[in-house]
């Protein structure tokens, strides 16, 4: 029997809140919920930013005041909607009116040499020829240049892109642990994996104790790499600046620390580490290597995301600088105005100009079906298949090709064989890679209808949240399964509200691209296909089934164990549930081992048959087989 990856936990953070239980899916969705969901969302997310704690079992204002739920959803409903999805870039990141640069200025003397006092220890070490230097007093000199001279002169300018995914306003992940020197990409990573491990229910040592040490795999990155001044960003500007890089930042630099960061401080993991990077489809070019370790046997438990935090001015400079990103003048040339509203720049399928960036960290849990059943996880999900394809010859390495189309009509054919036709046709939808850039939504769109037209579906849903979180890059497919996993349990897949049409270039002859949330009614949908679509030929679909069809397929394979597994998984809500109402008053500690545990190495005992390792119940197994015998 082939093992079936199942989504036993969820987790993470963006621009609309905390991932876990659905918080973020259902800031989306928010008017399209019943008014206890949105009051549990509003409170859940007032003490997510800040805007209130708990205390002695009450809400608590600035004042010192106690509140209800019901009166925090009230009196902060209209900061909670402010702060949340995509905005103007607030200055906790920086001002993108006053951008700090420098100016180049050649200096040239009106007759006499130029002059200027400055402390000898400012002196360039090497100094230019037409320098003359003079002691005067106080470890100071006198510079006189007798020809000419350049220097920097500390500017501001503004920059076209003004809006931005942002996370929920007064939440800082920095000072929820001790995070110093550490890239803000990487505090994410922190969060968003502990807030996965705690809501699964289960103790992590529970899991690690259920299985061999190398049976757990983490597949985790970054695409860009942490481009903040704690990694690459100071690597690269510190000497212009005027100072110099320092010990820590090339490490944490790396677009694998997302993965080495978990192995090392949350989770303690000596097993199988990867981190593959794929642009913009990363998450599921990690999730399809754990798919296939899982269904192969090589890992029965998987940590599975990634986290990003482009959120500096370079960055987007440099994304607007191809003609990537939504910036305020193509905006307003859309709408016919001097003013567009920062909160919809994004416009999946409709008149747009560009994509809008976004910070996240998303990771869920993946186990084979057998150990969920045998620890009682809770079934979120499954993940069949991931399909990966490269686009061929090309023209433009950052146009979209043919890759696509191989990818997506791979994924429904899977699942078409197994769930069947009435699945893939009533029972469906699309979590589209949905840029919002002009090429995407024609070239996605056209990709979608014609492998409808194949497949028979008529009136195909898709669904686009980058309308509301950005585009995070790696991360972004973690942000389709999020809320995936969200359309799954409430039965509404998030309308694009950012848009007031279609746009006229779109192939929607099959398609349903809902401009309003859709009602299609909770456990009324068998699957689900994610598409991302990547800078440099990077295509991915993944298949992900309901939670409903998935507990369909464990009930039959694992029929004898099913009473025990229900009963089990009683426990494991409990607990699960017990951490969602800690995470919605915002008493949060992300799990941070730092120097916690560590391995003394004298103490590993190797033998030809395992090896066993202290702090772990079971050992490292030697394989003994020779999948090479035919060939001896």
């Not at 002059?115 to 360039?124: G, N, V, W």
């Not at 002691?135 to 809006?163: F, H, Y």
Request: a negative charge; aromatic letters at 8%; charged letters at 20%.
């Amino acid at each position: 029997m082939t093992a079936l990856p199942v989504i036993v936990a969820f987790g993470g953070i963006n621009a609309a809140g905390r991932s876990s239980f659905h918080q973020g899916y259902k800031r989306t969705v928010l008017d399209s919920l019943c008014e206890t969901e949105q009051q549990k969302t509003i409170a859940g997310l007032a003490c997510l930013m800040n805007l209130v704690s708990w205390e002695n079992d009450h809400y608590v204002d600035a004042e010192g005041g106690t509140m209800s739920e019901a009166e925090v959803a009230v009196e902060y409903r209209q900061q909670v909607l402010d702060g949340t999805l995509i905005r103007r870039i607030e200055d906790n990141h920086f001002d993108p009116d006053n951008v700090p640069c420098n100016n180049l200025m050649r200096l040239e003397a009106t007759g006499e040499a130029l002059k200027f006092i400055t402390k000898r220890r400012s002196l360039p070490p090497v100094l230019p020829e037409d320098w003359n230097v003079t002691d005067i007093e106080d470890g100071k000199v006198q510079v006189e240049i007798s020809g000419t001279a350049e220097g920097l002169v500390p500017n501001t300018r503004a920059i076209p892109v003004k809006s931005a995914g942002i996370l929920p306003t007064g939440f800082e992940p920095a000072k929820l642990y001790n995070s110093r020197y550490q890239p803000r990409g990487l505090q994410l990573a922190i969060y968003g994996a502990s807030d996965t491990v705690r809501s699964m229910g289960i103790e992590w040592d529970t899991v690690c104790n259920a299985v061999h040490p190398d049976e757990i795999g983490v597949y985790a990155s970054s695409a860009l790499g942490q481009l903040h001044d704690e990694g690459w960003g100071g690597v690269i500007s510190n000497r212009f600046k005027g100072g110099r890089p320092s010990s820590k930042q090339i490490p944490m630099a790396l677009n694998s620390m997302p993965a080495d960061f978990l192995n090392a401080y949350v989770l303690g993991s000596v097993g199988h580490t990867e981190s593959v990077a794929g642009a913009c489809a990363s998450f599921l070019y990690n999730l399809r290597s754990a798919v296939d370790d899982i269904r192969a046997g090589r890992r029965r438990v998987a940590v599975v995301g990634n986290s990003e935090s482009p959120m500096n001015p370079e960055v987007l400079e440099g994304f607007t600088m191809m003609g990537a990103l939504a910036t305020e003048e193509g905006l307003a040339k859309i709408d016919g105005t001097d003013k567009p509203d920062p909160r919809k720049t994004s416009r999946p399928f409709g008149d747009n100009c560009g994509f809008t960036a976004g910070e996240s960290a998303q990771y869920i849990i993946l186990m084979d079906d057998a150990l969920a059943v045998e620890l009682g996880a809770d079934i979120h999900g499954a993940v069949p298949d991931v399909f990966v394809n490269a686009d061929g010859v090309k023209k433009s390495i950052s146009s979209p090709g043919a890759g696509n189309y191989v990818s997506v009509a791979k994924a429904v054919a899977a699942a078409n064989a197994i769930l069947g036709e009435e699945s893939i046709r009533e029972r469906s939808f699309i979590q589209a890679h949905g840029s919002s850039t002009p090429q995407n939504r024609v070239t996605e769109s056209h990709i979608f209808h014609e492998v409808a037209e194949a497949f028979g579906i008529e009136n195909w849903p898709v669904a686009a949240v980058k309308a509301y979180v950005g585009h995070s890059m790696a991360p972004a497919s973690g942000d389709q399964m999020i809320s995936t996993l969200g359309v799954f349990r409430y039965g509404l897949i998030p309308g694009v509200k950012t848009t007031d049409k279609v746009a006229d270039d779109v192939y929607d002859d099959h398609l349903t691209i809902p401009l309003q949330d859709m009602d299609v009614g909770a456990g009324n949908l068998d699957v689900a296909f994610i598409n991302a679509k990547g800078f440099g030929g990077n295509n991915a679909t993944g298949v992900v089934m309901s939670p409903q069809v998935t507990e369909q397929m464990l009930q039959k394979r694992h029929a004898e164990q099913w009473a025990e597994y229900e009963a089990r998984r009683e426990q494991t809500r409990t607990a699960a549930a017990e951490y969602e109402q800690q995470a919605d008053r915002c008493e949060l500690e992300p799990i941070y081992r730092f120097g916690e545990g560590i391995i003394n190495e004298a103490d590993i005992e190797i033998t030809s048959e395992k090896m066993v390792m202290p702090g772990f119940a079971q050992p490292v197994v030697f394989d003994k087989n020779n999948p090479y015998g035919d060939m001896a």
